[in-house]
């Protein structure tokens, strides 16, 4: 299985809601990682969990609550987020491997499209 | 502070010619240097690595070039298709990190 997937594909909620996004790998992957992606922009690090413990935040506000409960889930759990929080939502899986972490590839899912309204 | 260029935020060619997409980096060493491929509403996809102690990585129709002293990466794609066309994506990686931060991108179109 070589497949990320990410749960729902859509998603619109409402300044006040709680929701979460979910991630699945079954490659055997203990990294994984979050990234918000905005319109004809670059997707942008939001989080990286390495062996089920965060090991990059990028100052992402707390309204993002990231979750890794086991090595082969993660969860994006959203709170009050804003209009301009709308975005396509990506997470990906890489190997670990210490000093060469560089030459392990990132395997992406499809994505989670939220609308914040 | 870190910054990746991709120097054209969009590229027309015509089918049959080799593409050239470039990618700057300055105020960092990586010691990889990877490419994706973007669909629209889709995830990136790996296409190749290169490290920094090889010039020059090849794959079908694909070739990139990696030169540490100008702080540059060039993607080439020869015999381009309009199947080709697509956003290309670098990421310049520091050893030992799991930072994987991308450049700003480059739109191809192949036109037929």
């Known amino acids: 299985d070589t497949e990320v997937t990410q749960t729902p594909k859509h998603l619109v909620m409402g300044m006040t809601n709680k929701k979460s996004l979910k991630c699945e790998q079954h490659?055997?992957?203990?990294?994984m990682y979050w990234y918000k992606q905005k319109a004809k922009k670059p997707p942008e690090l939001m989080f990286v969990?390495?062996?089920?413990?965060?090991?990059i935040n990028e100052s992402v506000p707390s309204r993002f609550s990231p979750e890794c409960p086991n090595s082969s889930l993660l969860n994006l759990h959203l709170h009050a987020l804003q209009p301009e929080d709308s975005a396509l939502y990506l997470c990906?899986?890489?190997?670990?491997?210490?000093?060469?972490?560089?030459?392990?590839?990132?395997?992406f899912g499809a994505g989670s499209r939220l609308t914040v309204l | 502070s870190q910054k990746i260029e991709q120097n054209s935020e969009a590229l027309n060619i015509q089918e049959g010619k080799t593409a050239t997409l470039t990618c700057n980096y300055t105020?960092?060493?990586?010691?990889?240097l990877q490419w994706y491929r973007q669909d629209p509403g889709r995830g990136p996809v790996f296409l190749l690595l290169?490290?920094?102690?090889?010039k020059e990585k090849r794959k079908e129709r694909l070739k990139v070039t990696f030169d540490t002293t100008l702080k540059q990466s060039l993607f080439h794609i020869t015999a381009s298709q309009p199947a080709d066309s697509a956003t290309y994506l670098c990421?310049?990686?520091?050893?030992?990190?799991?930072?994987?931060?991308f450049g700003t991108g480059t739109r191809l179109k192949v036109l037929a």
């Open positions: 969990y390495s062996y089920e413990k965060l090991s």
């Open positions: 990906a899986s890489s190997q670990v491997g210490g000093g060469t972490s560089g030459a392990n590839v990132l395997t």
């Open positions: 105020n960092y060493s990586p010691a990889y």
């Open positions: 990421a310049p990686l520091v050893s030992g990190t799991y930072k994987y931060i």
């Open positions: 290169i490290r920094e102690n090889e």
């Open positions: 490659m055997g992957h203990r990294a």
